[in-house]
């Protein structure tokens, strides 16, 4: 039984192990070796480990953190590892229940009993993912968004039976590393965010599914308009500007007409069904090719980092000390 008291150290003074080297998992150990946290990234597949090796090269640079390069190292099997070192550890493999039980059933035996047990799952609550395991209090969700060392967002997600105590631990060492954790008291489906996120793309779809409003129109509208205003306020604070007594009453004639469906919409299903899934395969509901793909990943990353530099009066300071 994990003791009630357990804390985490420092980021300086931790070590992390983040399991997946793909996209998530290499930017949670940027996240992590900014605050100068060590952070040794399992990746099995030897041509990943090495491109690994220079993509922590080029985002520290393009974060003029070069110097912290040498606090992420990569390792391709948990044989490897001294588990008495390890204070943390940051599940990023793929979205596969059985493939992170499994695993979560090997680190339990492997890890200290104080060491947290961390699922970046955006789909799996961390109930599902530690059943019928031992220390369930100690497992909890840690759910980053994509690019997660641009996105300051993270969710600490409790289980049924995860510890309270060791979440404001992980929340604090998360203030640490610059991010703004918010915490998720139940591990219901898509947590707090991603409900979020997907009650605004339900709307959006279903206009689509319509004929009221094309991709390109409901886009604009998001990022020139309301989506605008949520980097200074987000729903509920908006409100408050606007005046509630305005709101309220917009809501009582808008929402017996919303999106209410069950499934998704229509235009992503023949996406979905069709194979066509965006930049990864060159077609969704934009045409990518090699080119605008580099371009666009150019624009959305140098936004973020002009959005990151305006937010930063309000985002918790790094302790790299």
């Given amino acids: 039984m994990i003791m009630e008291n357990s804390t985490l150290p420092k980021p300086a003074q931790a070590l992390a192990l983040v399991a997946g080297g793909g996209t998530m998992g290499a930017d949670v150990a940027v996240v992590l070796a900014r605050a100068g946290c060590r952070a040794i990234v399992l990746e099995p597949g030897a041509t990943r480990r090495e491109a690994l090796d220079t993509y922590f090269g080029d985002t520290l640079r393009k974060l003029g953190l070069e110097h912290k390069r040498e606090r992420i190292t990569t390792c391709a099997s948990l044989d490897e590892l001294d588990w008495q070192t390890i204070d943390l550890v940051i599940e990023c493999i793929p979205e596969k229940l ?44 840690l759910h980053f968004f994509m690019p997660a060392h641009l996105v300051p ?83 509920v604070l908006q409100r408050d500007h606007a005046g509630i007594d305005v709101h309220y009453p917009a809501a009582t004639t808008m929402y017996p007409s919303l999106a209410a469906n069950t499934t998704p919409a229509r235009v992503l299903a023949q996406r979905y069904e069709g194979g066509h899934y965006g930049m990864k395969t060159g077609e969704g509901f934009y045409h990518w090719t090699r080119d605008t793909i580099a371009a666009e990943r150019a624009r959305y990353d140098g936004l973020l980092m002009a959005g990151l530099r305006l937010l930063a009066p309000e985002l918790p300071k790094i302790e790299d000390q």
Avoid: W
């Fill in 98 to 141: 059985a493939l992170k039980q499994a695993l979560f059933a090997e680190l339990v035996q492997r890890a200290r009993p104080d060491t947290l047990l961390c699922s970046n799952s955006s789909s799996f609550p961390i109930s599902a993912i530690g059943e019928h395991l031992e220390t369930t209090e100690r497992m909890l969700g």
């Fill in 153 to 235: 967002l993270v969710e600490v997600v409790l289980g049924a039976n995860s510890s309270g105590e060791l979440a404001e631990a992980l929340m604090a060492f998360m203030r640490a590393c610059g991010m703004v954790p918010v915490l998720v008291r139940k591990d219901l489906p898509g947590f707090l965010a991603n409900r979020l996120q997907h009650a605004l793309a339900r709307e959006a779809f279903a206009l689509i599914d319509a004929g009221i409003a094309t991709a390109e129109d409901v886009d604009a509208a998001v990022r020139f308009g309301f989506g605008f205003r949520y980097l200074a306020a987000g729903p």
